[in-house]
Nanobody
């Protein structure tokens, strides 16, 4: 299971950090990522990170967002700086989890709302 937290309302130019923790009988976690979905739009990849820490970013957030992970805590973070109104969306975390009951399976968190508005 994935539990996301840390969303909220922020003014343009501000920052937020969202977190997502995986729980359960986890043996290993592969790629972890953040997606977002704005009203009326498709869900899109924001950033992803491999188990060894290599990050990948959507062009729209490069230089503003930073993805990181703590493998000991099975947690992925997304630090969002210089937020813009167009970053407003529900942010979902995703992880490929290898557990005691399943080989690598993709899981989604419940989503956390990020609203950028003055």
């Amino acid at each position: 299971q994935l539990q996301a937290s840390g969303g909220g309302l922020v003014q343009p130019g501000g920052y937020l950090r969202v977190s997502c923790a995986a729980s359960g009988s986890i043996l290993s976690i592969g790629v972890m990522g953040w997606y977002r979905q704005a009203p009326g739009k498709q869900r899109e990849l924001v950033a992803s990170i491999t188990a060894d820490g290599r990050g990948n970013y959507a062009d729209s957030v490069k230089g503003r967002f930073t993805i990181s992970r703590d493998n000991a805590k099975n947690t992925v973070y997304l630090r969002m700086n210089s937020l813009k109104p167009e970053d407003t969306a529900v942010y979902y975390c995703n992880a490929d989890i290898y557990s005691t009951t399943r080989f690598y399976t993709s899981y989604w968190g419940q989503g956390t709302q990020v609203t950028v508005s003055s």
